[in-house]
C-alpha cells in the first residue's frame, strides 16, 4: 500500500468516534480536516498534543478547520481520555489499524534496539474537497500545533 502524499486524494475512512458515531472523510466536505495519528491515549507525548490542539480549537474553528485524533485505543479509553484531561477535540478508535496504514503511519520504530511496529505521530491537513494539503510525519510535539495552525489558516 503507497502512503499518501501531498496532492494525492486522502483515503477514506470510517471510524467509531468517541461520542459513539461513525465518522468518516466524506462528513468533512467542504471543511478543512486536521487529521492526526498518535500512539496511545493518556502518555506523555500524546496527551501534550491533544491538549494543544484543544488549547487552540478556536482557532482553528475561525479557519474553518476541525481536528480528529485517530490512535488503536478503544472508543471507550478515547471518552475516559477525554474527560480526565478536558479535551475538546474528536477522537476516533482504529482498533484493526486500517486507516493508520492507509495513511503510511504504522511503520517500524526502534526502542533500546529492539525493533516493533507502531504508529508514526503524524499529521494531515486535509481540504474541503478531500484532497491532502499538507504532511507532517515524526512529529515532535512542541511547536507543532502553532505549524498546523498556520498552515491551515493558508488554506481559509
Sequence with gaps: ????????????????????????????????????????DDTPGCTKQALGFTGRVKDFEEAGAVILGVSR??????????????????????????????????????????????????TFLIDGKGMVREIWRKVKVPGHVDAVLEAARALS
Excluded: C, N
Excluded at 494525492?8 to 459513539?20: I, N
Excluded at 471518552?79 to 477535540?89: C, D, N, P, T, V
Excluded at 477522537?91 to 493508520?100: E, F
Design 1 to 40: 500500500m503507497t502512503k499518501p502524499e501531498t496532492g494525492d486524494k486522502a483515503p477514506d475512512f470510517s471510524l467509531a468516534r468517541d461520542d459513539g458515531k461513525t465518522v468518516s472523510l466524506s462528513d468533512y466536505a467542504g471543511r478543512t480536516l486536521v487529521l492526526y495519528f498518535y500512539p496511545k
Design 73 to 122: 485505543d478503544t472508543v471507550a479509553k478515547h471518552e475516559k481520555f477525554k474527560q480526565k484531561h478536558e479535551l475538546g477535540i474528536d477522537l476516533a478508535s482504529d482498533p484493526d489499524g486500517g486507516t493508520i496504514e492507509a495513511y503510511g503511519s504504522w511503520v517500524e520504530k526502534s526502542m533500546y534496539g529492539k525493533k516493533y511496529m507502531g504508529i508514526d505521530r503524524s
